[in-house]
């Protein structure tokens, strides 16, 4: 089965005669239990449900090793940080990954003992780095510098380490690459973007290679409680089945604007791992097969790309990415990634290319209108 089958069957069983396609969500938080509660496999709305369970069936199926659903992406890396790393433990994770992520690492989870080394996603100190490591994060692409780390290889390094490994899937999707396959333990990824889609819930998953390494991410999900809502879940595995047509028409204008923005006098520095002179290019090629719905460039300074993000009409000045509606934001609004003042990360969506150049086209001139600028 191709994968834009796949994703419209995946969790789904056959109806039978007169049965809907989709079950509902179940809403439960306690369930008849009757005697002894071992092997029971509904008994509290912390421990299981069944709509999660569908979801994480089909989330296996895409990713390749079995899986559990978070209440979010961030619930979903602290899972594998909480399963994985004791005091003294040594996590590698990327200096230019997701914020949050280290922040996390080297707030809590160094507070509590881990030991916390950081190096480039590009370059040879990340496999230096997981020397003595228990866990080397990786995130590819990056956001929000659309870096690609080579999985396989990192994988091979931190293995014969003795480190397992954890790769943010959130920015590719398991339908843009598969890193279970690659060679990493866990892949983990927020589906609050493009998995899901329509800017509407956050929830996370983490898919494992080994079964044997469900169990302490379960027990973690359990005790801390960082659960997801049965109808977030319900609408997750709803929004999967179209994630095939709208990654390819993300994907699709992502390219049209790269190569657009590539010929503006205004900017600067377009990233986009489908460009053939991208320095992600060929490591792209080789490890996804999509190379992704987000584009990254510079506008001279803070205030012109500020200009242009508010002169757009039909793009939507938003943080967060991989939604049916074109976003993008000046990331250095935040302060927390190595990025320039005027650098825009921008997450193509499925409006008509034709509308989005329009708009873009407006803005730019608006933003660097000789009137405008005075
Ligand atoms: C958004 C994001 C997260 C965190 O996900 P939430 O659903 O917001 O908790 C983690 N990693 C990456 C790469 C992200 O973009």
Redesign the pocket.
Known sequence: MRDGTRVIRAGHAQPGPGEPFSAGPTFASTYRLTGDPAGQPFAYGRFSNPTWSDFERAIAELEGGPALVFG????A?AAVFGAVLRPGDTVVVPSD??Y??RLLAEGFFAEMGALVRTAPSVGSEMAEAVEGAKLLWL?TPT?PGLDVCDVAELAEAAHRAGALVAV?N??ATPLGQTPLGLGADFSVA????ALCGHSDL???HVAVRDSNLLEPLLRWRTQVGAVAGPMEVWLAHRSLATLDVRLERMCANARVLADWLRIQPAVRNVRYPGLTDDPAHALALRQMRRFGHMVGFELPDGASAECFLGACEILIEAT??GGVHTTAERRARWGRDAVSEGFVRLSAGCEDPADLIEDLTRALDRAFAPTDRS
């Not at 979010?72 to 619930?75: I, Y």
Request: glycine fraction near 8%; charged fraction near 15%; include cysteine.
């Open positions: 979010s992406g961030m619930a890396v990954c997701y949050t992520v995130e956001n943010d959130t920015t927020s589906d609050t973007k956050l929830l996370g967060s990415f």
